[in-house]
């Protein structure tokens, strides 16, 4: 199934392009690049980054009512699960294999956040940088994801 809708997409000009883009994001392979795709080329062309990451459920929801005022911020996950699951592994492979990507990750572990609050921090930034990329038509850029100082 998967090679079929790789010749599907490598017949279409401008649904290559995005993969090939999609492609230059460490930790993206050629499955999670298809159901990114899947999940990402149906939304309107006018949203926001704001509106996909609401839409992905990786916007996170305040609890400050009642007696419920100290918890912790923690994800709506009212969105897209499939876009989630496929955001999932890139995010967890791009913290081991792009620096950048690492160095973001890490950068939280410092600040006291859980490893599952990273991965999903990074989910969300990764989310972003999809948006851009797919915006500009340029390839991944780690410097703009995230700077090492």
Known sequence: MQQHVLELVENNDE???????????????KTSAIYIM??????PKDMTVKQW???A??????????TSVNKQPR????GNRHLRCALF???????RHDINVKAFYNHLLDKGKKK????????????HAIYGILKTGQP???NKFYVIS
Not at 38 to 43: D, K, P, S, T
Not at 57 to 66: A, I, K, Y
Not at 116 to 127: D, P
């Open 53 to 55: 990451v609401a839409h």
């Open 57 to 66: 459920g990786l916007d996170p929801r305040e609890f400050t009512s009642g």
């Open 15 to 29: 649904l290559s392009q995005v993969l090939e883009l999609l492609l230059s994001i460490a930790g993206v392979g």
């Open 140 to 142: 991944f850029d780690g």
């Open 89 to 95: 592994m890139p995010a967890l492979s791009a913290t």
């Open 75 to 78: 994800l709506t996950k009212a």
């Open 38 to 43: 899947g999940e990402i080329l149906i939304l």
């Open 116 to 127: 599952m609050q990273g991965i999903c921090a990074v989910m969300r930034k990764l989310l």
